[in-house]
């Protein structure tokens, strides 16, 4: 016999906001991504692969709920697909700065204002 609430999260809380759940995710596949670059440069680029692969199934495990959340509140997809966006940028602009130690230009700064101004266009009137 299955539980009820088999499978796990079939019934997510349903006023549960995605964005903490987002942000968490985007931790684990900026790690996943880049981490390699600050001294794993010298490891086998299939251990890279794999390891990165291991550290991007617990970000799924926190995006895939995320959006299940935010779309049955309402979100779409496209907008979850910006709120992504921008948190990865703030994501990945403190990682490129704390870990990688590069620093942050006007670029990044005009860059992340354009992502923002498009998460506004989605969210307007929502």
């Not at 895939?64 to 997809?77: F, L, T």
């Not at 979850?80 to 994501?91: D, F, N, P, S």
Request: proline fraction near 8%; include cysteine; hydrophobic fraction near 55%.
């Amino acid at each position: 016999m299955v539980p009820e609430r088999w499978p796990p999260f079939r019934h997510e809380a349903p006023h549960a906001p995605p964005s903490p759940l987002l942000i968490i995710s985007n931790i684990f596949m900026t790690v996943a991504w880049y981490w390699h670059l600050k001294g794993g440069m010298d490891k086998p680029i299939l251990l890279v692969i794999l390891i990165s692969w291991g550290i991007a199934l617990v970000e799924y495990c926190f995006a895939v709920p995320a959006n299940r959340i935010g779309y049955s509140q309402g979100w779409s997809a496209g907008q979850l697909k910006v709120a992504q966006e921008a948190i990865a940028l703030i994501i990945f602009g403190g990682f490129m700065v704390t870990v990688l130690g590069e620093p942050l230009h006007w670029r990044h700064l005009a860059a992340f204002a354009c992502i923002m101004g498009a998460v506004g266009f989605l969210f307007v009137g929502k």
